[in-house]
């Protein structure tokens, strides 16, 4: 179980506002500490006793030889545990979520555009407890009118930006973006670099996707070294098509693009879900586009999806910081229901509680009593 927050006690008993600090995180909050300084010296200032704790960075167990070796980095994150008495229940654990050569806890993915403001998308990927982000590829506007870009709120530490595709509607366009996309992402230094979310329209109106056109992109960008994960509609022969081409994950629409209406065609998406994991149980399908609410993400989870990628439904919500917490219980929710097995679905009434033993009705005998 991890300790209580110390983040506060460093900032309360160590100001330092006349030497260079970095930023890290500690037992999950933000903190500023030292710049150079190492992990030993880090537990020495908390005053913490070394036999009774255990350290991880960035998920990664350090050994108590190496805390006088470790320098810490910004970004960094580290977590200092410590045994507290049993008889408390644990969550269950759950195996992360692979796409490509990366590992994930959560299994939401956010976009970033259509916000009230970029401080409320921040707020709002934070609440999620997301750790991939959707940008789009667009001619850069540079700054917006009070002189900021929409990257200085997105921490490329803590989040994998994912560049998508959105308003391509031909498969050499989408490749072109997709090439910038990688370009910006290389001199960012983030590892979303060699990713790309791919989509390719093929109607203004309802903004699904050509059929012809994505798949044709897929093998090319495949070919290119890319990890494509594909936009495409419930088909499951296109969905199939698709895998067979080496999209990482393939990805299908609940329903249209911004239109709120959840999963309109569950059955779809079963069938997909078997085509895909026919072979690799543990291959990665991703409900993109449609979501409105909290219980769209939930029904998608408990059909087996392995997460579900949404924006309008934060952003355009009345409260998209509270949506947003509500997306990141929702997932969660809805995969451990899914772990879970749900009863099967009865036409009659079946009885929770026994039949033995019951009282005798006064005045009357029970039905189908003889």
């Known amino acids: 179980m991890h300790l209580p927050a110390i983040s506060g006690y460093i900032q309360d008993h160590a100001p330092m506002s006349s030497i260079e600090t970095i930023e890290i995180w500690l037992n999950g909050e933000r903190t500023t500490t030292t710049c ?29 030889a190496r805390y006088a070796e470790y320098v810490l980095q910004p970004g960094d994150r580290v977590e200092i545990v410590t045994l507290v008495g049993g008889g408390e229940l644990s969550e269950p654990q759950d195996q992360p979520l692979v796409l490509g050569k990366f590992r994930f806890r959560s299994r939401l993915i956010l976009g970033s555009g259509k916000y009230p403001s970029f401080e409320i998308m921040q707020q709002c990927h934070e ?39 959105a308003g391509c ?11 910038l996309g990688r370009e910006i992402l290389q001199g960012y230094g983030n590892r979303g670099a060699d990713w790309v979310k791919l989509e390719v329209l093929g109607d203004p109106k309802t903004l699904l996707p050509d059929p012809i056109a994505t798949l044709q992109a897929t093998e090319r960008l495949v070919a290119e070294g890319f990890q494509v994960l594909v936009y495409t509609t419930d088909d499951p ?8 081409a080496g999209a990482t994950s393939v990805m299908p629409a609940g ?3 911004g239109s709120g209406q959840g999963i309109l065609n569950p059955n779809n998406i079963r069938i997909i879900l078997e085509y895909l994991k026919a072979d690799d149980p543990n291959y990665p399908v991703i409900v993109d586009a449609g979501v409105g609410t909290a219980s769209d993400v939930t029904v998608a989870m408990e059909l087996g999806c392995d997460g579900v990628l949404l924006n309008t439904g934060v952003a355009q919500a ?6 947003a917490w509500a997306m990141r219980w929702a997932w969660q929710a ?5 772990l879970a ?10 009885a929770s509680s026994p039949l033995e033993g019951l009282i005798e009705p006064v005045g009357q005998k029970p039905p189908n009593a003889r």
């Open 36 to 64: 150079g300084q190492t992990l030993a010296a880090l537990l020495t200032r908390l005053e913490l006793d070394l036999k009774r704790i255990a350290v991880e960075v960035n998920q990664e167990l350090v050994p108590r």
């Open 237 to 244: 022969v296109l969905a199939r098509r698709l895998q067979q």
């Open 169 to 179: 509607y031909t498969a050499e366009d989408a490749i072109r973006h997709a090439r």
């Open 334 to 338: 809805g995969r451990h229901a899914y």
């Open 127 to 165: 609440a999620s407890g997301c750790e991939i982000v959707t940008v789009a590829v667009r001619r850069e506007r540079l700054l917006d009118k009070h002189g900021r870009n929409i990257l200085d709120f997105i921490d490329p530490q803590r989040y994998t930006i994912l560049p998508n595709t």
């Open 255 to 257: 329903s249209p693009i």
């Open 341 to 350: 097995g749900r009863i099967p679905k009865k036409l009659y009434a079946s």
């Open 318 to 323: 009345k409260d998209p910081v509270r949506m």
